[in-house]
């Protein structure tokens, strides 16, 4: 076999504050958006709608009698007001780990009212305002993401009322969980698919949760798509499933190419993804995944400056020399340009250069067998 050059950079790793990037592409993950300001009239239902928006209606809200309720000062038509007061919540993403949060008190008497908001992590916000107004845009950050309750009390001194209501709400982030390099898709075998060329302009579907042990409710999935037998140029586009498919593409490919490249993309509630063939003819497409991301307690994302762990052509993290063919290198990951000891994952972009021959390259741990499929 014939020997080849071969370069690694490092980019990311798994450890600390997780994030789950919007729809990915090629050229990265798209920064996450501010849904639009609620109406100022009470939402019908709780829900969480593909804006990012999550609502709880004020009729969810629970009225307590404080005591002292009927005292002498306390207006009887503060008290008819103030029984009827109601309080309806909105949480809109603004990033991985972060909300804007608004609440309505309708109905309520147009004195002081005392508000506390439970973030349901262990910290609160404290805020005056009077009742029939809205309290906009409270910023909180959470320290992981994950799914929280947030409570929300308003106290009316003057005539005695309680008011309180909660709003069950997910951030956008979720956490890293590497997985051994497995084989989901491989349209030349038939697996997970039909065995059968991707016609040209046409989608597959790949199912995700429940494959290869990855979970039900995954957020999204980290693959390396790969696109073979072409025989025309093209390009293939990667998305979830009941989603409109996006304009821009994932890799690119011309005839006689077989082209790879990470995805990372959003899984549809399904469970699927769709391979779209945005091309003049048929091709076969190969998917492995490599991680995920879940909301069950996992290994977070840090991103990092691009820095090079490996060059083979000047001896930079192993030998100098080019790789022999069937030949295997291990490289120090941990304890350089700022990796802790404690990372579990790494994310890479490995180059292969002056190949003399056809061949590929299967990036795994130490101390494992190699895996089946290529990076």
């Known amino acids: 076999m014939r020997s080849r050059r071969l ?5 990311a790793l798994a450890v600390g504050a997780g994030f789950l990037p919007g729809t990915a592409q090629a050229a990265g993950p798209a920064t996450p958006g501010v849904s639009a300001p609620p109406p100022e009239s009470a939402p019908d239902e709780a829900a969480a709608s593909e804006s990012g928006t999550f609502r709880s209606p004020g009729e ?3 009225r307590t009698v404080l005591p002292g309720a009927g005292a002498k000062g306390a207006s009887a038509q503060g008290s008819a007001d103030a029984s009827n007061l109601e309080l309806a919540m909105w949480a809109d993403i603004r990033t991985a780990r972060s909300v804007s949060f608004g609440v309505n008190l309708y109905n309520g008497a ?3 009212h005392e508000v506390t908001i439970d973030w349901g992590d262990g910290t609160t916000h404290q805020a005056t305002t009077n009742g029939g107004e809205i309290l906009r845009d409270v910023r909180h950050t959470y320290p992981r993401p994950g799914d929280y309750t947030i409570t929300v009390t308003a106290t009316d001194s003057v005539n005695h009322v309680q008011a309180a209501n909660q709003l069950q709400f997910s951030t956008a982030g979720s956490f890293f969980v590497p997985h051994a390099p497995t084989r989901l898709l491989d349209t030349r075998t038939g697996t997970g698919a039909a065995k059968a060329k991707v016609g040209a302009y046409t989608p597959v579907r790949l ?3 429940g494959s290869a042990k990855v979970p039900a409710g995954v957020a999204a999935v980290v693959l390396n798509v790969t696109v073979t037998n072409t025989t025309a140029a093209g390009h293939v586009s990667v998305y979830p499933s009941g989603r409109e498919r996006p304009e821009s593409s994932n890799l690119n490919y011309d005839a006689g190419q077989t082209v790879p490249n990470q995805v990372i993309v959003p899984v549809g509630k399904d469970g699927c993804i769709e391979l779209y063939n945005g091309g003049w003819k048929a091709v076969d497409l190969i998917a492995d995944v490599t991680g995920y991301f879940d909301r069950a ?3 977070g994302y840090t991103s990092l400056n691009p820095v090079r762990f490996v060059d083979t052509r000047e001896g930079l993290g192993t030998a100098r020399g080019q790789v022999a063919g069937q030949g295997t290198f291990g490289v120090q990951i941990t304890g350089r340009s700022g990796i802790p000891a ?3 994952a790494v994310a890479l972009n490995v180059t292969v250069t002056d190949p003399k021959q056809a061949g590929h390259l ?5 101390g494992q067998a190699a895996p089946s499929t290529s990076t």
């Open 297 to 299: 307690a996992a290994d």
């Open 207 to 209: 199912k995700i949760a």
């Open 110 to 112: 147009p004195v002081p």
């Open 60 to 62: 969810r809200t629970v």
């Open 7 to 11: 370069v690694v950079s490092a980019a």
């Open 342 to 344: 404690g990372a579990t």
């Open 362 to 366: 299967t990036v795994f741990p130490s």
